[in-house]
Each structure stands twice: as structure tokens, then as C-alpha cells.
């Protein structure tokens, strides 16, 4: 049988979900953001709610998310795209709202916000990504870069005692009565990857029913930033990230009830 | 006539809110403006309009929810004191960059840093110049009344979807806190989400339809000929302000020989100091600014023909007088320009004021 | 007896060559071309096009979405 014979529009089983735009990506070549990019427009559109989806972008490489899926964006300053999500959740709770940041956006200068707005169980979507290095400013250290690990501002290495320890925001999130569903995935196989969408898929869902804050970190690559190939750089993160920042559920289920809480409210 | 009631400034501007049809209030606690917050969760206006009010963590998270909810086509505020709107900056720089309306008020209090609780006006300089970083104004009000913290809310909101630029009301710790009668406004219906779309779908974020492109809500724009488009925009926008919103209040200026200059709390001391000096024979007329930003240049520029000499009367170092002598000598003219004023906290009297201007304009 | 065949298609303009897609082919259809796209980029292409089976695994690691996917059972045996 001949290839033509097979590329036929009847015979189509992936293609690229019509919600992404058809500008190639500003991202370096083997970036996770593309990948996380197709996951969320595809979510989006299997959801069937392009018209009430709203993004927040971020400072980082990912502040042009905005070029890329075809949705109505507002682009954040660092750090806050949490607050501003809740801003938009509170006046238009028909929509869903998620939230796209990086590990210095999210672990770094956003700590209070993304901590607090989980806490208060706001019905958006948090998608974080951890590459455990700023990339959109050249390799400097990130909350969450390695014990050792190499970057423009740790050219030694990440040392303890100088830099203290990796940060894991996103188990201290699962702590937090307002969280609904945190997981942590990556897209780094196809395996994986149909993971990770369900864990998005499921974090939507989890918004449009109101069940408080879902919480979806994605190890990522940024191999420009490590200096290593796309592959190489895949490889190294399973060796190097999964073992400090292992790949699962981590809680599943919705915001607490006042009384799942604590005993009882304070009477009046 | 609306209904009369006794009223501190803080609460007013909580009341006004409500009644002005504001869809969310987000803010944090700050002496000497907490009571606007507090007023606004006694009020439940959820319950009443569905206005939404929080509490957020910070000031820096209350303006990133209020850029949030303007950037969705929303009439949304948050209030603070001095600390507090220096942590907005930041996200005042975005809402005036991505061009969303919306209101700030600012109950001053003295400074630097923490300062103290009392009133003060010394973020003048703050207010009227920007404040955050990058090239942009604020419309400033500035109330001298309870009952213009009261007008003052809905104006504000109507200059700032006209202009769709953020806009301040500047007040200070006594106005805030001092009680007044006050007519309160009638209740306007907060807008419905088909009335939002259809009236700022064009550029909000109320959800890509098929029919439009998607609406981006931001202040990035790499491509430096296009960020000097957008930036020349701005300054047509602010130019357009001062040709056509320039608002202020002159008090016997007519026969004038003298006029002080003054906004706010220290307008109200100085109506009693032209009484006073003219009690004395001293021709003195008040002329106060009621937009800060744009400022009242020509008036001044015009009085500068007929009168001796000014005086501003600041709760700060001397921060107006910059403006009052830029509209003088712009306008070619060389009138004595002074200044009388109280630091950190200290409100004047009347009869320093008189005073003041006894020894700066008329022996000197 | 029926056997499972496919075909990618790869927008050459859009890959950046970053070769995910080569390591994630179970049967070793796809390599980086010699020659590159007007990006520099060694675009993937079907080097062994016949191993092909439709599985997607490549179009679903590719970052840039610049892989299409086509399948079909094939009646003849090979």
C-alpha cells in the first residue's frame, strides 16, 4: 500500500485541535510549553467552552501564551496571574479561568498569590510549569532548581548553604483545604502526555463544577536553558527531577467543607 | 433631593460604590481607610446588587484582582492609604498600560515609609505623575467634602470608561475620617453580562465568540515602533483629558489680589483663612483644584494676570507648587509663587495659613 | 490477515527538528533530514515509511504540532 493511499482525510487520526493557532511558537525547539500549549487547546475544545475559557499568561517564556491559543487572554505582571484569575472568576463565575505560569512566576515572586488564591478554593486552573530554571531571562536559578545544578546565577552549582533548598510549592499546595485536585505530570513521552491531559481535562471539569482550585505542575525541559539536546534534556530530567519531584496525584478530590475542616465554625 | 444622611468619608465611598452599580470592590486593610472595606461587608451588596467584595492577601493581589476584573469589562475599585497604593504601583503601571478602566481611592496618610496614620497629601508627586514606571497619568480627584467622596465614586468610574484609563481619588486620613451630611445617589442597576458584552466585547475579556477575534488584555508589545504607537496614544489620551475634563473651584477669586492654591482637606482650611484675611482687608480668593490630574493650569495662568502672588497650601513639603509655577511662568508671567504647608501628619490652622501668607506674599 | 498502516506527514516549515518525535517512533520511522527548512532546521521526515502504523506517539510529544496522523487496515498481507 502506498502512502498516498494512507494520507487520505478519512484516514486522519491526529491533527493539530483547531484552537491553536497556526503561528509557529517563539519557543526553542523541544520546549514542554508546546506541548502543554496543544494539551489546553485540545482540553478546551473536547470541553466545548472556547467561548468562556479565559487565559491568564504570565511573565516568563510563557507571556506570549496568548499568541497561541485562541481564546480571550490578559497577560499578568509577574507572579500575579492567580490574583488576576480571581479578579475574573469573582465578577464572571460562568467562566473558566486558568492561570499559565512558570517556576519563578508560581514558586518565586507569585508565592503569596498562588498560595492565598488556592487557599480561598478559587475555581480556576493552575497550570505550572517547572523546568527548574528561568528561561525567558537566560538560565538563572529557580526556587525549584537542584541541589548542584548549574545555572547562570549558580555557576557552581546550586549551593545550600547560598541558595537554600529546592522549593516542592506544589506539595505544600496539596496541603491546602482549598485545593481540589494537584497533580504533578510531564510531557516528556507519549504515555505521558495522555496523562497529563486527563489531569488537565480533570482540572477543567473541576472548574466549570466549581469544586475550588486544581493545581496541574508539569516537570518540563528547557534545554536551552540546561545546555543539552531536546532528548538529552528528557533524559536528564528523569533522571535528575522525577526522583526530587515524583510524578503522581497528589490530592484528588474537592475544596473542604467548613466542616471536613475544622470541628465547627466560630458561632456568631 | 436624595437621601440625607450622616456619614464619615470612608463609608460613603463604600455606600457610592453600591449605589453606583460597581460590580467588585478588592482590597486590604490600611489605616486610616479600613472602614471602606468594613462598610462594604456590613452592607452585603452581594445580596443587594451582586457586587462581589474581598478581602485579598495583599495590595499588590487586590490591584491584580482589580486588573483582572476590569480587563473582563467590569466597574471594579480598591481603596488603600500611602503604603499600601506604593505596593499598587506595580499593577497601576499595567491597568494604565493595558488601557482597563477603574477606580483607586487614596486616603492618604503622612510619609516616608510607614509614617504615621494621620492625614497627609504628600503623594501628590505619586498621584499626579503617575506613580508606577513607564510613561502615564491618572485621572485624580480630589474630594474636599464628604459628599464629593460620595459624587466623586461614580464620576471617577465615568472618566475612567470614558478614557479607559485607571482613575484616583485622592483623599486624605481627615476627610476620610471626618462625618458630614451627605445625599446619597440613586441605586444604578449594575450592568447585565449581555449589556458588558455588547457594550466592551469589543475589547474585554468576555469569551472568544466565533464571530470575533480573541480580545488580548495586555501592556507587552516587543515590537518598539508599535510600544511608541501605543505610547503616543496614551499621550493623546492625557492631552485630550486636560483640553476637556479639567475641573476646579474659585472661591472670591473675582476681586482677588492674593490667591491661595490648594485640594482637599487643605482647600477646606483655607475657605477659612480667605475669610479671615479678608476680615483683615486682605483682597485673598482660593482657587482649588478638583482634578489634580489634568491640572487647572490655564485658570491659574489667567489669575496670574491679575494678582500679586499665590501661595499653595500642601500637607506635604511642597509638591503642587510645582505645578502652580509651571502654569505661572508658561503662561510668561513672573508672579511670586510660595508655598505654606505642615509635614508628617499636622493639618494647619486657618490662622497659620493667614499668617503664612502675611509674612511670604505681602511683607515679603 | 489485517494489518495496521499509517503515514505522517510533517509540516516542514513548522518542525524545529528537535527529533522528540524520532526517539518517541516505536518502529524507527521517523530521522532528522540531512537537509534543513528555511529555519536551519533539520526537519523530521519517513525514513521508513513502511513501519509505519498510524500510533500518534510522534504528533503527541511533537511541541510544535507540526505532525499529522493517517491509518488504515490494510486487508493484503505484506
Known amino acids: 500500500m502506498d502512502v498516498k493511499d494512507i494520507i487520505k482525510e478519512e484516514n486522519l487520526v491526529y491533527s493539530k485541535p483547531s484552537l491553536l493557532s497556526d503561528k509557529i511558537t517563539h519557543y526553542c525547539p523541544g520546549c514542554s510549553h508546546g506541548v502543554v500549549h496543544k494539551l489546553l487547546a485540545e482540553v478546551i475544545e473536547e470541553l466545548g467552552i472556547q467561548e468562556k475559557t479565559i487565559g491568564v499568561s504570565p511573565v516568563g517564556c510563557a507571556v506570549f501564551a496568548y499568541n497561541y491559543i485562541e481564546i480571550d487572554w490578559q497577560e499578568a505582571a509577574h507572579g500575579r496571574a492567580p490574583a488576576v484569575a480571581t479578579g475574573i472568576a469573582r465578577v464572571d463565575p460562568d467562566k473558566v479561568v486558568f492561570t499559565y505560569q512558570g517556576d519563578g512566576d508560581l514558586a518565586s515572586i507569585g508565592t503569596a498569590e498562588i498560595m492565598h488564591a488556592a487557599n480561598r478554593g478559587e475555581n480556576i486552573v493552575v497550570v505550572f510549569i517547572n523546568n527548574a530554571i528561568y528561561g525567558m531571562t537566560g538560565g538563572q536559578m529557580a526556587p525549584t532548581t537542584l541541589l548542584g545544578q548549574v545555572t547562570a546565577t549558580t555557576p557552581c552549582g546550586r549551593d545550600l548553604e547560598r541558595n537554600g533548598y529546592p522549593l516542592k510549592i506544589t506539595e505544600l499546595i496539596g496541603q491546602l483545604p482549598g485545593a481540589a485536585y494537584v497533580s504533578r505530570q510531564s510531557v516528556h513521552t507519549p504515555a505521558a502526555v495522555r496523562k497529563c491531559r486527563k489531569a488537565l481535562r480533570k482540572s477543567f471539569e473541576n472548574a466549570m463544577a466549581k469544586k475550588g482550585t486544581s493545581f496541574v505542575e508539569v516537570v518540563s525541559t528547557c534545554s536551552s536553558g540546561w545546555r543539552l539536546s531536546p532528548v538529552e534534556a528528557n533524559k536528564w530530567m528523569e533522571e535528575n527531577m522525577f526522583p526530587f519531584y515524583p510524578i503522581g496525584d497528589i490530592k484528588d478530590g474537592q475544596k473542604a467543607e467548613a466542616g471536613d475542616f475544622m470541628q465547627q465554625n466560630l458561632k456568631n | 433631593m436624595g437621601e440625607l444622611r450622616l456619614m464619615k468619608g470612608n463609608e460613603v465611598i463604600a455606600e457610592a460604590a453600591i449605589r453606583c452599580g460597581c460590580d467588585a470592590y478588592f482590597g486590604y486593610p490600611i489605616t486610616p481607610q479600613s472602614e471602606v472595606m468594613e462598610t462594604l461587608m456590613a452592607r452585603e451588596p452581594w445580596n443587594q446588587t451582586g457586587m462581589v467584595v474581598l478581602q485579598a492577601e495583599s495590595e499588590v493581589a487586590s490591584i491584580n484582582m482589580v486588573y483582572g476584573a476590569a480587563g473582563a469589562g467590569k466597574k471594579v475599585m480598591t481603596s488603600s492609604s500611602s503604603p499600601g497604593i506604593s505596593l499598587m504601583a506595580e499593577g497601576i503601571s499595567y491597568i494604565a498600560g493595558a488601557e482597563l478602566p477603574c477606580v483607586i481611592v487614596n486616603v492618604q496618610r503622612g510619609g516616608p515609609g510607614l509614617g504615621t496614620i494621620q492625614p497627609s497629601q504628600a503623594d501628590y508627586f505619586q498621584s499626579t505623575k503617575g506613580g508606577g514606571h513607564g510613561d502615564y497619568r491618572l485621572i485624580v480627584l480630589a474630594p474636599a467634602s464628604v459628599q464629593e467622596m460620595h459624587d466623586f465614586v461614580g464620576l471617577a468610574f465615568e472618566l475612567a470608561f470614558k478614557y479607559r484609563n485607571p482613575a484616583m481619588i485622592l483623599a486624605d486620613g481627615a476627610i476620610g475620617q471626618m462625618m458630614e451630611k451627605v445625599e446619597l445617589g440613586e441605586f444604578v442597576a449594575r450592568q447585565t453580562t449581555e449589556q458588558v458584552d455588547a457594550q466592551y466585547g469589543s475589547w474585554a475579556t468576555t469569551g472568544k465568540k466565533k464571530s470575533r477575534a480573541k480580545n488580548v488584555i495586555t501592556s507587552l508589545e516587543l515590537d518598539s515602533a508599535l510600544m511608541e504607537q501605543n505610547n503616543l496614544r496614551f499621550q493623546e489620551k492625557y492631552r485630550k483629558m486636560q483640553q476637556d475634563e479639567v475641573s476646579f473651584e474659585a472661591i472670591r477669586c473675582e476681586d482677588a489680589d492674593y490667591v491661595l492654591v490648594a485640594f482637599g482637606s487643605s482647600a477646606r482650611i483655607c475657605q477659612k483663612s480667605v475669610e479671615l484675611a479678608r476680615a483683615k482687608g486682605i483682597k485673598v480668593g482660593l482657587l482649588r483644584p478638583i482634578t489634580l490630574f489634568p491640572f487647572p493650569s490655564e485658570p491659574i495662568a489667567r489669575l496670574a494676570k491679575q494678582v500679586k502672588g499665590f501661595m499653595t497650601v500642601e500637607m506635604n513639603a511642597g509638591q503642587m507648587i510645582e505645578d502652580v509655577r509651571l502654569a505661572v511662568n508658561c503662561a510668561g508671567e513672573r508672579n511670586p509663587v510660595h508655598y505654606f504647608g505642615r509635614l508628617g501628619g499636622i493639618i494647619p490652622t486657618p490662622g497659620e495659613v493667614v499668617e503664612a501668607l502675611e509674612q511670604k506674599l505681602i511683607g515679603g | ?78
Open chain 3, 1 to 78: 490477515m489485517a494489518k495496521v498502516r499509517g503515514a505522517v506527514v510533517v509540516d516542514i516549515e513548522a518542525c524545529k527538528g528537535c527529533g522528540l518525535c524520532v526517539v518517541a517512533c516505536p518502529h524507527q520511522v521517523l530521522a532528522q533530514n540531512k537537509q534543513v527548512n528555511s529555519r536551519g532546521y533539520h526537519y523530521s521526515f519517513m525514513e521508513h515509511a513502511e513501519n509505519c502504523i498510524g500510533c500518534s506517539n510522534c504528533a503527541v510529544v511533537c511541541p510544535d504540532t507540526c505532525i499529522t496522523v493517517y491509518r488504515v487496515k490494510s486487508e493484503k498481507t505484506v
